[in-house]
T-cell receptor, first 116, second 115 residues
Framework: GAVVSQHPSRVICKSGTSVKIECRSL??????MFWYRQFPKQSLMLMAT?????????EQGVEKDKFLINHASLTLSTLTVTSAHPEDSSFYIC????????????FGPGTRLTVL | AQKVTQAQTEISVVEKEDVTLDCVYE???????LFWYKQPPSGELVFLIR??????QNEISGRYSWNFQKSTSSFNFTITASQVVDSAVYFC????????????FGPGTRLSVLP
């Protein structure tokens, strides 16, 4: 299967700082990338979808000014949590889909964000 | 109403038992895709299977098998002779035009396989 990496795997930051999470497709070109958020013992909630070179499409209730998404190349998307607060603490997971991969999304290993 | 339902929140079995995880989905579309993913304690989602709505053949892959029944909108997953390493949260997901072609995940079933 296709490989998606995420960096960092864990991050702890102070309230008010910004955190950037990178998502890379390692062996395929990701025309579409997705960002999810997962609270403990809950399912994945889609935050936004981004196509390479386009602005991200955010799900209802997700603040686009707080969660900045950039999909500048076919192998890299970034999520920046701006002015993070403790309630932003969560597990953030990216996934990627390419033309060759059809409808299957491949997921990164996730990033655990803790905001103190 | 949930678009993808996984009725079992948690299941515990003893090693070597067979276990079936249920998934019921809801869509008005005739063309759609169903998926199962495994999320072990490490957190990474592992792709297990993709099935399109026109393929109702059941599939077997080693100890894993899937039963797709369009008539009941179900896509159940069976693990035969379970092992401790099967312990994880399992998510069923649906991709359909109804939902903008995005994945809709079920709430997940936490499977614990005891030695």
């Amino acid at each position: 299967g296709a490989v998606v990496s995420q960096h960092p795997s864990r991050v702890i930051c102070k309230s008010g700082t910004s955190v950037k999470i990178e998502c890379r497709s390692l062996d395929f070109q990701a025309t579409t990338m997705f960002w999810y958020r997962q609270f403990p013992k809950q399912s994945l909630m889609l935050m936004a979808t981004s196509n390479e070179g386009s602005k991200a499409t955010y799900e209802q209730g997700v603040e686009k000014d707080k969660f900045l998404i950039n999909h500048a190349s076919l192998t890299l998307s970034t999520l920046t949590v701006t002015s993070a607060h403790p309630e932003d603490s969560s597990f953030y997971i990216c996934s990627a889909r390419g033309v060759r991969e059809g409808d299957t999304q491949y997921f990164g290993p996730g990033t655990r964000l803790t905001v103190l | 109403a949930q678009k993808v339902t996984q009725a079992q929140t948690e299941i515990s079995v003893v090693e070597k038992e067979d276990v079936t995880l249920d998934c019921v989905y809801e869509t008005r579309d005739t063309t759609y895709y169903l998926f199962w993913y495994k999320q072990p304690p490490s957190g990474e989602l592992v792709f297990l299977i993709r099935r399109n709505s026109f393929d109702e053949q059941n599939e077997i892959s080693g100890r894993y098998s899937w039963n797709f029944q369009k008539s009941t909108s179900s896509f159940n997953f069976t693990i035969t002779a379970s092992q401790v390493v099967d312990s994880a949260v399992y998510f069923c997901a649906l991709r359909a035009p109804d939902y903008g072609q995005n994945f809709v995940f079920g709430p997940g079933t936490r499977l614990s396989v005891l030695p």
